[in-house]
């Protein structure tokens, strides 16, 4: 049957099982738009800037597993997308980002609203295309899902010239890709297995090192066997957060820059590392050529590129984590590593690493640790970039699956709101939490409209302090306090939540914290909380730039109040 | 880690585009290239690319693995420590006078080296060979003035029945082979 490019590109969304679209329209897209209330199932929702339609549908896709879509029209629109798309590169998320582009006779003329976004997006995205004829449309919509989501997953982006949308062309959608180049390996190799195999068994001090591979592959039962057969203590990477639950035994929580210090210390002391789907990105590994001295590394990936990129490594395994770890656990005996254990039990005890000091003011860790306690830690948190990322990641225990969506490798602050608001059009019957900064949440601030628009029950918590406060922070423990463009004045959030439509509080006081996220929780929709913080509370333990993981800084002793490992069912 | 010259031979879809994405990725990665050939290969819809890259082991391993993750490489292999044949082909445009022109024929034989064009002052050769013969024989040139130089860069296969490039249908067992190595 003959149709429309446009119609091509929506009968190809809803055969990939298309539910949501996040976007933008205009001139160059207009056509594609037009067609759209043809197919209700899917559902558009109507951003107030292109970076918001990327993190949303990054957001989208973290949480929901599947691939999340957003469309923009050409020129601004495209460019406005990148900062989403780069931050969905980096972390690995499956999204496809569908633009308009001026049509194929005015290309290369600097059209109005022209320009090369395939070729900017060339270095951030997992693949691209330039559509040349309606006809390709249903072929490269086919591999472009296929590749944003297998393998090690990534943004696809799609150029469609405006006159392909209004093409005619036959629809067939292929049932199969044919993509010569790609083909990814999911089996380990099973001499490599049997080398890790051995490694793990005759480790005395093991620890894994579980990254975001385990909750993209889904193997959060199998990790937990080979920790809990081998008795291995797990620690998470920044967005391994929540493939292994923070309350069991054998959690050592994160490590890196914000890590925890015992664990930071374990790194450095284990004689066998199991790095399970991450990357030795740098904030994680600190310096490294300190990292892990006494260790012998086992990496598992399903990129062949991230072996040996930034740490050596001595038994590397291709593959996708949860198939090789399915082979692994076959062959790892049980032991017990009792001392060891009982080791990091001790660094646990005399460096707890979540201290809360005495203050009279309101401190963020508290605001954290409360909305733990009243969600009873089932929410699911979203976060900006700083210092409320790093607290959030600190001061909540994460048991549920797949509960903490944050911007790591891009460290995209403006990320939490638009991402928060993807997470809960995927997740409705969650609770969402977006945990944000002042600076961060002003630098997306416009996507309080669409969350009003559409009633998105999302609630906003802003640990606002007046400052861009982790810069704040590296200013004053490295530039001599001098706070050179990091103060910051805000508006009134309660106010402007208001003007959009939505209701809000303004909490200055430790005995308010509760009530208010009890009533934020009660209201059914979106709400705005903001929580004015003490200004120039800093993110403790902090492994200096440039510095090992063991060399740790942690929170001034005569500061601190004992604060109890929280005990989670 | 010492550094060296590196050779990769790499099969691509012959889309638009590729030679960019490839181009792009060394910038990105900050690899240099020294020399980078392209052409058809045996397979119409294929082509072939010979890169020539100055860095170690590890790094050059790198930008192997990178190469291969471009969706559009079906296959990149790195042939440096093969037997290979690898040759470059060059054109170099010489000043000639009536009494130099004898000189430099005698030269370009003794390289097996052919002149293509001849003009009043000035001869062209072509030469074909590896690096080193094409500088030796640019060098004993130079002392007649050049005038013009174009190069190929480097193109180069295995010798022997054997293709390092040969696409398997199950190359995903290649692939977890490889990664042993």
Redesign the interface.
């Given at each position: 049957m003959k149709m429309t490019g446009a119609q091509i590109i929506c009968e190809s969304l809803v055969r990939e099982g298309v539910e949501v679209i996040f976007g933008i329209t205009g001139g160059a897209i207009l056509p594609l738009y037009d067609a759209l209330p043809q197919y209700p199932q899917l559902r558009h929702i109507l951003v107030r800037h292109e970076q918001g339609a990327a993190h949303a549908a990054d957001g989208y896709a973290r949480a929901t597993e599947k691939v999340g879509v957003c469309m923009a029209t050409s020129g601004p629109g495209a460019t406005n997308l990148v900062t989403g798309i780069a931050n969905a590169h980096l972390d690995s998320v499956p999204i496809v980002a569908i633009t308009g582009q001026v049509a194929r006779p005015f290309i290369g003329k600097d059209a109005f609203q022209e320009i090369d976004i395939t070729g900017i997006t060339l270095p951030i995205t997992k693949h691209n295309y330039l559509v040349r004829d309606a006809g390709s449309l249903a072929k490269i919509i086919k591999e472009g899902f296929y590749l944003a989501r297998t393998g090690r997953p990534g943004p696809v982006l799609i150029d469609v010239p405006r006159d392909i949308q209004i093409d005619q062309a036959e629809f067939h959608y292929p049932s199969k890709v044919d993509l010569p180049g790609y083909k990814p390996t999911l089996q380990g190799h099973p001499e490599q297995i049997k080398k890790a195999a051995k490694l793990i068994n005759e480790a005395q001090r093991p620890v894994i090192i579980a990254g975001r591979g385990v909750i993209i592959s889904g193997a959060y039962d199998e990790l937990k066997q080979l920790a809990e057969t081998a008795q291995i203590p797990v620690i998470t990477t920044l967005l391994g957060i929540s493939c292994f639950p923070e309350s069991h035994i054998l959690s050592y929580r994160m490590l890196g820059m914000h890590g925890m210090a015992y664990t930071n210390m374990a790194i450095d002391a284990a004689d066998v590392i199991i790095a399970i789907g991450m990357r030795f990105d740098d904030r994680a590994t600190a310096n490294v050529s300190g990292f892990a001295p006494h260790a012998h590394i086992i990496h598992i990936d399903i990129d062949p590129a991230e072996i040996g990129k930034n740490v050596r490594v001595d038994i590397p395994i291709v593959g996708d984590v949860k198939t090789v770890l399915d082979a692994l656990k076959k062959l790892i005996t049980s032991s017990e590593h009792i001392d060891w254990i009982q080791q990091l039990d001790d660094w646990r005890k005399e460096h707890p690493s979540t201290e809360i000091r005495n203050s009279e003011g309101l401190l963020p860790q508290l605001v954290i640790r409360k909305i733990h306690e009243v969600t009873q830690g089932e929410a699911i948190i979203v976060t900006g970039v700083g210092q409320n990322q790093m607290w959030a990641a600190q001061h909540f225990w994460y048991n549920k699956p797949n509960s903490l969506i944050s911007s790591g490798g891009l460290g995209t602050m403006g990320f939490g709101l638009p991402a928060a608001m993807g997470v809960k059009v995927g997740c409705p019957d969650d609770t969402v939490w977006c945990i944000d900064g002042d600076g961060s949440f002003q630098m997306t601030i416009q996507e309080l409209g669409t969350i009003a628009q559409e009633n998105v029950a999302v609630k906003i918590a802003i640990l606002n302090n007046g400052y861009l406060g982790m810069v704040r922070q590296w200013q004053e423990f490295f530039f001599g306090k001098r706070y050179v463009a990091t103060p910051l004045s805000g508006p009134d959030f309660v106010k402007i939540a208001e003007a959009y439509g939505l209701p809000g509080l303004k909490v200055k006081h430790r005995q308010e914290v509760v009530p208010a996220i009890e009533q934020a929780m009660e209201y059914q929709g979106p709400f705005l909380i903001d929580f004015v913080i003490e200004p120039e509370e800093n993110v403790y333990p902090m492994v200096p730039p440039g510095a090992a993981l063991a060399e740790v800084l942690e929170a001034p002793k005569e500061e601190v109040i004992t604060w109890q490992r929280q005990s989670t069912p | 880690m010492a550094t060296a010259k590196h050779t990769l031979v790499a099969l691509?879809?012959n889309k638009?585009?590729v030679l960019?994405?490839m181009a792009?990725?060394f910038r990105?990665r900050d690899f240099n290239i020294e020399s980078i050939a392209v052409g058809h290969s045996e397979q119409p819809h294929l082509s072939r690319m010979t890169i020539v890259v100055d860095g170690t082991t590890?790094m050059v391993?790198?930008v192997r693995?990178?190469l291969?993750?471009?969706?559009?490489?079906?296959?990149v292999s790195d042939i440096t420590g093969d037997d290979i044949i690898a040759r470059e082909l060059a054109l170099i445009k010489v000043k000639a006078t009536a009494s130099t022109r004898s000189e430099i024929m005698q030269v370009v034989d003794i390289f097996r080296a052919n002149i293509v064009d001849v003009a009043s002052d000035s001869v062209t050769v072509e030469v074909t060979g590896d690096e080193e013969k094409i500088d030796s024989l640019f060098n004993l040139l130079r002392g007649f003035g050049i005038k013009e130089i174009a190069r190929t860069g480097r193109i180069a296969m295995t010798r022997g029945g054997s293709s390092p490039l040969r696409?398997e249908k199950k190359?995903?067992n290649t692939?977890?082979?490889r990664?042993?190595t």
């Open positions: - | 691509v879809e638009p585009g960019n994405r792009s990725l990105q590890t391993e790198q693995k990178q291969d993750k471009v969706i559009d490489v079906v296959k696409v190359s995903s692939r977890a082979k990664q042993k």
